[in-house]
C-alpha cells in the first residue's frame, strides 16, 4: 500500500506534484487545456453574449468550433478562429495550450499586446495573427519557439524596429516572415540574412529607413521579397540579383535609386512579379524582361525611366499588368506607339497603363486587337493626336478607359456604347467635337463620365438617363448648350458630384435635382440658367459645395438653404437675386465660403455664424 501511495504522490519541496497513471495524466491535461479555452474566449469574444456557442460542456472541447486536438493524448494541436468582431484581447491563459502548433487568430478584431506567454508554445509552427489591432512590440520570448516556420503579424499596429533576435540563434526553420503594414521603425536587421530556409519576407507599409541589407543576397530559397511603401534609400545591393528563385520582388514606393541590370533574365529566371513603381530609378526600359516567359505582372512607373519601349513585349504570353507610367518613355513623336501591336500577343493582358510620358503618335486601329481580358487601358497625360479609334468597341472587357490630357480631335466614335463593362471613362482636356453621343446611354453601369475641357456641342443626350449608376459626371468648359432634358437626372440617386459649369446651357435647374439624395458638389455657374432655385434642391441635404454664379437665377435666395447642414461653400454671385439675405444661413456652422456679390439684394447683413467672418464672405 505505501509503494502504491508513493506512485500517486511524491512531495517535492514544499510543493505537491501528482505522478498519475497516464490515464489520469491525460485527462487532467485535457481539463487544464480545456480551462485554458474557456479563460481565451472570454478575453477574445470581450465577453461578447452567443459567440462561440459550441463552446460548452454539450460537446468535448475538441468539437468546439476553430479547435483541433492530437489523438495521442487529446490536446489542443490548432485554433484557427477568423473574420470576427469581437474586439477582444490576448489572454494570458494561450501559453497553457502546450500543445498547439497551429494558432491562428486572424481578423477578430483583437487589441492590446502580445502576451509575453506566448513563449511556452514551444511546438507551435504556425503563427498567424494577422489583420486585428495589436499593438506593443513583437515580444522577445517567441524565440523560445524554436519550431516556429510561419509568423505572420500583417495589418496590425504594432511598434518598435524589426528584432534583430529573428536571425540570432533558435529560429532555423523559419519560412515566412510577415510583418507589412504596421508601424514599425529602424532599418530592416542585416541578422535576417542567417535565416537560410526563408522563402518569404513582408515588411511593406511600415516606416524603415535606410538601405537594404547586401546579406539578404545569402537567402537563396527567397521567393518573394516585399519591401515596399517604406522610406528605404541608395541602390539597390547587387547581391539581390543572386537570388535565382525569386517570383515577387517589390520594392514600390521608397527613396531607391539606380539602375537594373542589362540581362535582369539571368539574375530572375522565375521571376512572374515586379513592382518598383514609385522610386528614383532611372536607364532605359529593361527590355532584358521580353525573355522572362512566366512574367505576370510589370511596373515601373513613377520612376525616371526614358527611350523607347522594346517591341519584344509580345513573347510575355502570361502578362496580365504591365504599368509604365510616369516616366518620361516616348519622343513627341508618330512611332512611339509602335510596341503596342507587340502587346496583341500577350492575351492575358488585363491592366495596361501608359499614363504621364511622352508618347506621341496616334493610337492604332490594331488596338481592338487587345485580349478581351482587359479591364484597364490607361493612356492620359502624353502627347497622343488623332481621333480615338472606331476599333475601341472591340475591347468588350474594359472597365475603365482613360486618354486624358493629350490632343485627341474629332468624335468620340458611337462604338463606345459597345463597352457595357465601362465603369470609368475620362476623356478630358482634348480637342474633342461634335455631340456626347447618344451611344454613352448604353452604358449603363458607367459610374465616372470626364467629358470637361474639350470642344463639345449641342446639347446633354437624354439617353445618359440610362447611366444610372452615375456618381461624377463632369462636362464642363465646352460648347454645350440647351435646357437639361427632363428626367435625365432623376433616376441618379448615387449621384455625387455634378459638373455642368461653363457651358451655355438654359433655362431652370430641373426639380428632379432634388431626387439626388446624395449630392455634394453641385457646379452650374457659368451658364445661362434662369429662373429661380427649385425648393425642391432643399432635399438635398449632403450639399456640401453649390456653385450658381454668372447665371441668369433671379427671385429671392431662398431660405431653405439654410436648412442644408452640410454646406461648406455657397456662390450665387453674378445673377439677379433681389431679396434680403435669409437670416437661415446663421445655421450652416460648417459653411466658410459665402459669395452673394453682384445682385440686387438690400436690407441688413445677419451678423450671425459665416457672417462673423470676414474674410469668409
Not at 516606416?207 to 511603401?229: A, Q
Not at 448604353?442 to 444610372?468: A, D, M, Q, R
Amino acid at each position: 500500500m505505501a509503494v502504491s501511495l508513493f506512485m500517486f504522490f511524491l512531495i517535492v519541496s514544499h510543493n505537491l506534484v501528482h505522478i498519475m497513471p497516464p490515464t489520469l495524466a491525460l485527462a487532467f491535461n485535457s481539463e487544464g487545456d480545456k480551462l485554458a479555452l474557456l479563460a481565451l474566449k472570454h478575453k477574445l469574444t470581450n465577453g461578447v453574449p452567443n459567440a462561440l456557442p459550441s463552446w460548452n460542456n454539450s460537446l468535448h472541447f475538441c468539437e468546439w468550433q476553430g479547435v483541433t486536438c492530437e489523438h495521442r493524448h487529446m490536446r489542443v494541436s490548432v485554433l484557427h478562429l477568423e473574420n470576427k468582431i469581437w474586439g477582444g484581447t490576448l489572454g494570458p491563459s494561450l501559453g497553457n495550450l502546450t500543445f498547439l502548433t497551429t494558432l491562428i487568430l486572424s481578423n477578430i478584431n483583437l487589441y492590446g499586446e502580445i502576451p509575453t506567454q506566448i513563449g511556452r508554445l514551444k511546438r507551435l509552427q504556425v503563427l498567424d495573427l494577422s489583420h486585428n489591432n495589436l499593438n506593443g512590440q513583437i515580444p522577445l520570448y517567441l524565440t523560445n519557439c524554436s519550431k516556429l516556420e510561419v509568423i505572420n503579424l500583417m495589418e496590425n499596429k504594432l511598434t518598435g524596429e524589426v528584432p534583430s533576435w529573428f536571425g540570432i540563434g533558435s529560429m532555423t526553420r523559419l519560412n515566412k516572415l510577415l510583418l507589412a503594414a504596421n508601424d514599425l521603425v529602424g532599418t530592416i536587421p542585416p541578422s535576417l540574412g542567417n535565416l537560410s530556409s526563408l522563402q518569404n519576407i513582408s515588411l511593406a507599409e511600415n516606416h524603415l529607413v535606410g538601405s537594404i541589407p547586401h546579406v539578404l543576397g545569402r537567402l537563396s530559397n527567397l521567393k518573394r521579397l516585399s519591401l515596399g511603401l517604406n522610406s528605404l534609400s541608395e541602390v539597390v545591393p547587387d547581391s539581390l540579383y543572386n537570388l535565382s528563385n525569386i517570383q515577387l520582388l517589390s520594392l514600390v514606393a521608397n527613396k531607391l535609386s539606380g539602375t537594373f541590370p542589362s540581362k535582369l533574365q539571368l539574375a530572375f529566371p522565375h521571376l512572374r512579379e515586379f513592382f518598383v513603381g514609385g522610386n528614383q530609378f532611372d536607364g532605359t526600359f529593361p527590355s532584358s524582361i521580353s525573355n522572362i516567359t512566366g512574367l505576370e505582372s510589370f511596373d515601373i512607373s513613377s520612376n525616371g525611366f526614358s527611350g523607347p519601349i522594346p517591341l519584344t513585349l509580345g513573347s510575355l504570353n502570361k502578362l496580365q499588368l504591365l504599368h509604365i507610367g510616369y516616366n518620361s518613355f516616348g519622343s513627341g513623336r508618330a512611332r512611339d506607339l509602335d510596341f503596342l501591336s507587340s502587346l496583341t500577343n500577350c492575351t492575358q493582358l488585363r491592366i495596361l497603363i501608359l499614363d504621364g510620358n511622352g508618347f506621341g503618335g496616334e493610337v492604332p486601329g490594331l488596338i481592338g486587337n487587345f485580349s478581351t481580358y482587359l479591364r484597364i487601358l490607361s493612356i492620359g497625360l502624353n502627347q497622343i493626336s488623332g481621333m480615338i479609334p472606331e476599333e475601341i468597341g472591340q475591347l468588350i472587357g474594359l472597365m475603365d478607359f482613360t486618354m486624358q490630357d493629350n490632343y485627341l480631335e474629332g468624335t468620340i466614335p458611337d462604338s463606345i456604347g459597345r463597352l457595357k463593362n465601362l465603369v470609368r471613362l475620362a476623356l478630358y482636356d482634348n480637342k474633342l467635337s461634335g455631340n456626347i453621343p447618344s451611344a454613352i446611354g448604353n452604358l449603363t453601369i458607367l459610374s465616372e463620365l470626364y467629358l470637361h475641357l474639350n470642344s463639345f456641342v449641342g446639347g446633354i443626350p437624354l439617353s445618359l438617363k440610362y447611366c444610372t449608376k452615375m456618381q461624377t459626371l463632369g462636362v464642363s468648359t465646352n460648347n454645350l448648350n440647351g435646357d437639361i432634358p427632363n428626367q435625365t437626372f432623376g433616376n441618379f440617386e448615387g449621384l455625387v458630384n455634378l459638373d455642368l459649369s461653363y457651358n451655355s446651357f438654359t433655362g431652370s435647374i430641373p426639380s428632379e435635382f432634388g431626387n439626388l439624395k446624395h449630392l455634394s458638389g453641385l457646379y452650374l455657374h457659368g451658364n445661362k440658367f434662369s429662373g429661380e432655385i427649385p425648393e425642391q434642391l432643399g432635399a438635398c441635404s449632403g450639399l456640401t459645395k453649390l456653385v450658381l454664379q454668372s447665371n441668369f437665377f433671379r427671385g429671392s435666395i431662398p431660405s431653405f438653404l439654410g436648412s442644408l447642414g452640410s454646406l461648406e461653400f455657397l456662390d450665387l454671385s453674378n445673377n439677379s437675386f433681389s431679396s434680403t439675405i435669409p437670416v437661415e444661413l446663421q445655421k450652416l456652422r460648417f459653411l466658410n465660403t459665402l459669395n452673394f456679390s453682384f445682385n440686387h439684394l438690400y436690407g441688413e447683413v445677419p451678423t450671425g455664424g459665416v457672417f462673423n467672418n470676414v474674410t469668409a464672405i
